[in-house]
């Protein structure tokens, strides 16, 4: 027999992709059920947990509840709509306020997309998810998209019959860190999964007609790994054919066991060089398919590796290689500049205003080619 658990209001989980900043927020699962990957401190120290389909679909009702007030009040005169609103957002309570906030967050982005939270909602049951999707559009009609994240190794052993219900309930993405293709450095950093099972877990996801977004991290295998670990993973993804993939160099806050593994010499850590040269093999060994390739995270360095395969390969080709061509003194403008938010193209680092405020923080903080390394790593730390 279940028990009853209290509902203690809207919950919002602690991430989402980038690519969904504009999305409603629903959190069907807690944390990670996984949690071990030695790269991830994210969720460390909590444990994983399903939400009660009941909650979710409370969820869902206050933030439509919210949606409609606010709808109401807004054409009321300004001190009546203040009042009412004041009214509203007191009986909502603290946690409420949560639901409040996303509602208008949402509705300024047009109401387009949502995503389910939080790192592997597709471990829940078919039946209740299909009935959470089936809910939530029958709430909000107008929505266009619908995306959660995944683990290969639960797409892997899912029922494809189960997939493509969630489909036609309305999933409409699937967001897996696929992160490397390469044997050894899956078992280094415990993702807790095989190459074999992210090939069967993207396409069987693609069989579905749920889109696919597959990451991948360079820098992950450290420079022992570096070459095999970009093949590997291309390999991979030409296997699959995903919708998009995603580049996601690759950081290590202090608090991940993939720290202290550097600390203890299992890999050499790669710099942002490394990564470009790594990079620019994995883009070289992508063959055969028709993916996207997005670059949409800050902590990129080359944001011109972007494009739709295969027409765009070559362009993607020459902007890694016009970095790795800079001098090293240029190398160390750009990275700087990219990592203060100055620069944000190749280009760039010919732009004068722009390299002499860089030039400017160069000499202040005493950088060189000896210390730029640590100064980058520094200033990643800023966007973890």
Known sequence: MTKNIEYTGFEVGPIRPPSEAESLLIRVTRNCPWNKCRFCGLYKGKSFSVRPKEHV???????KECVDTINDYKESM???RDRKMSEFTDKLGESGMWAYQSALMWMRSGMKSVFIQDANSM?????DMVEILNYLRAVFPDIERITTYARSHTIARMNEDDLKRIAE???NRIHIGMESGCDKVLELVEKGVVKEQHVTAGQKVMRSGIELSEYYMPGLGGLEYLEENAIESADALNQINPDFIRIRTLAVPEK?????DYENGVFKRTTDVDMVRELLIFIRNLEGITSTVKSDHILNLVTEVEGKLPEDKEKMVEALEKFLSFSKEDQMIYRIGRRMGIMNRLFHVENESKRKRIMEVIEKNNINLGNIDAVTDSLIKRFI
Do not use: N, Q, R
């Not at 679909?57 to 933030?63: E, N, R, S, T």
């Not at 471990?123 to 039946?127: E, T, W």
């Not at 991940?256 to 202290?260: F, G, P, R, V, Y």
């Open 78 to 80: 300004t001190d009546d």
């Open 57 to 63: 679909i409370k969820d869902i009702d206050l933030v």
């Open 169 to 171: 309930a309305g999933l």
């Open 123 to 127: 471990v829940i049951k078919a039946d």
């Open 256 to 260: 991940t066991l993939l720290h202290e």
